[in-house]
């Protein structure tokens, strides 16, 4: 009786299992979803390196998109110049554009009546984009160059990061304000466009026509002398891109361009603002510019000598907030950069 009892109860196990390894083999298990690899912003890696690539100088790819191998910093003082913004660490540039600054600066001192210049941002160590302002200044070659003059006392790193740059324009913002704008910085303006380094100046429209007032039967300079948005605060001025690894800017149209050109400028300032249609349908999420967005040698330049990161706590108040807050969103950066970079790498045949 017993017996049967115990070999009832084994059936009866040995039938459950059955059912319930059917049951295990119908229910169908979920894979595990494959994580992929969130795309890394490149401005978040370049945004980060604290030093120059110890490589062989070179501009590679593109003003808007691009990176610097063998970048050098412009000294933070020199005789003729001030670097200002000190915290940003954008004082970086090809060694053409470094010595171009000293040069500039030494020749606007000797001849152009002013004490010296204050010098705004180049690049980041490696170039590349950045985590605020400019679409430009990654591979090396572009300065903003502050349109008032250096003070005659050396300022200390807080005024630096504070003192505000002075806007040329007057209320209207369609003319030179003749309280700020002087015929040195027509002198200054017309020095820089005398290298022949340099490809264009940027400036806003309002100062090409000062210049175009000031310049008299002089034109030729004029014609690398372009307008643009903004610069009333600075003017920028970039040089040629002369080496094989970067591409160059096409050049500047013929003539001084003061006439039809400008009156198109004009035109553009003064036009009524159009409200913005909202756009139909949910809002498309921007692609994220990460390294796949980039030449491929820059890959090599950001890994090249292990580079040492800012940290989100180096921060400190006195960095302005745009690039606190995007610093504050970035803190993944704190891991290593090269675990950063094969993460976001998806073409095999780049070699580190
Ligand atoms: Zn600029």
Request: hydrophobic share 35%; charged share 30%.
């Amino acid at each position: 009786m017993i017996k049967r009892l115990i070999g009832m109860l084994f059936i009866s196990l040995a039938c459950t299992s059955l059912v319930n390894a059917e049951a295990i083999k119908k229910e169908k298990i979920p894979e595990k979803k494959q994580e992929k690899a969130k795309p890394i912003a490149a401005k978040k890696l370049f945004g980060f390196v604290l030093k120059g690539a110890d490589l062989k100088a070179k501009a590679i790819g593109y003003y808007t998109r691009g990176c610097l191998s063998g970048g050098q910093p412009l000294a933070v003082n020199g005789e003729a110049w001030q670097a200002m913004r000190l915290s940003r660490n954008r004082n970086w540039g090809h060694p053409v554009l470094i010595k171009f600054i000293e040069e500039f600066a030494k020749k606007v001192k000797e001849e152009d009546g002013w004490n010296g210049i204050l010098v705004g941002d180049l690049s980041q160590p490696r170039g590349g984009p950045m985590l605020s302002g400019h679409r430009s200044h990654q591979m090396g070659l572009d300065a903003d160059i502050w349109l008032n003059e250096m003070p005659d006392k050396r300022m200390t790193y807080k005024e630096r990061e504070e003192i505000s740059a002075v806007s040329m324009l007057d209320k209207t913002r369609l003319a030179v304000n003749p309280n700020v704008w002087t015929e040195n910085h027509v002198k200054v303006i017309k020095r820089a466009t005398q290298f022949k380094a340099v490809q264009r100046v940027l400036v806003h429209p309002a100062i090409k026509k000062a210049l175009c007032k000031a310049a008299g039967d002089d034109r030729d300079w004029l014609r690398k002398v372009r307008p643009w948005w903004g610069h009333h605060y600075h003017m920028h001025i970039r040089l040629k891109c002369t080496e094989p690894s970067c591409k160059a800017q096409g050049g500047t149209p013929a003539g001084d361009g003061c006439g039809k050109p400008l009156d198109y400028w004009f035109k553009l300032l003064t036009r009524p603002v159009k409200p913005k249609k909202k756009p139909k349908g949910p809002p498309k999420k921007p692609r994220v510019k990460d390294l796949n967005w980039m030449p491929k040698a820059c890959r090599v330049v950001l890994k090249a000598g292990d580079p040492p990161l800012l940290k989100a706590r180096q921060l400190n108040e006195e960095i302005e907030l745009p690039v606190r807050k995007a610093v504050a969103k970035a803190e993944e950066t704190d891991d290593k950069l090269g675990e950063l970079i094969e993460s976001t790498e998806t073409d095999s045949s780049v070699k580190p």
